[in-house]
Nanobody, 129 residues
Framework: HLQLVESGGGTVQPGGSLTLSCTTSGGSLEYHVIGWFRQAPGKEREGVSC????????EYIESVKGRFTASRDHARNTASLQMVGLKVEDTGVYYC??????????????????????WGQGVQVTVSS
């Protein structure tokens, strides 16, 4: 059973950058697809990015392409989401999620929350001038 923990949130001005990290307090992320989600106030949770277990495949929603980069470091048991060029509309609580194996990435919609087994508690990202 994985217990995911996010870190790296904060408040930045538009155009600023943040890097979120996701790790576990027990177990390994190594064989899991990692999804990143966010939920803005008054809105539904949306998938932002996902990355394969080995890290060779990534997906992004259109609104963050070219600005967000998902990566992972198996030696550190960490997945990261680098965010640059942040916009006010990127504000929200960001969550990482994990599911065992790559099936969900290649044969389903990895931006959908329904397929993920493990979730972090979320971290706040605020973009404001």
């Amino acid at each position: 059973h994985l217990q995911l923990v996010e870190s790296g949130g904060g408040t930045v001005q538009p155009g600023g950058s943040l890097t979120l990290s996701c790790t576990t307090s027990g177990g390994s992320l190594e064989y899991h697809v990692i999804g990143w989600f966010r939920q803005a106030p008054g809105k539904e949770r949306e998938g932002v990015s996902c990355i394969t277990a080995a890290g060779g495949g990534t997906e992004y929603i259109e609104s963050v392409k070219g600005r967000f980069t998902a990566s992972r470091d198996h030696a550190r048991n960490t997945a990261s989401l680098q965010m640059v060029g942040l916009k006010v509309e990127d504000t929200g609580v960001y969550y990482c999620a994990a599911v065992l194996g790559d099936y969900y990435f290649y044969h389903d919609d990895c931006h959908s929350a329904r397929g993920y087994t493990y979730w972090g508690q979320g971290v706040q990202v605020t973009v404001s001038s």
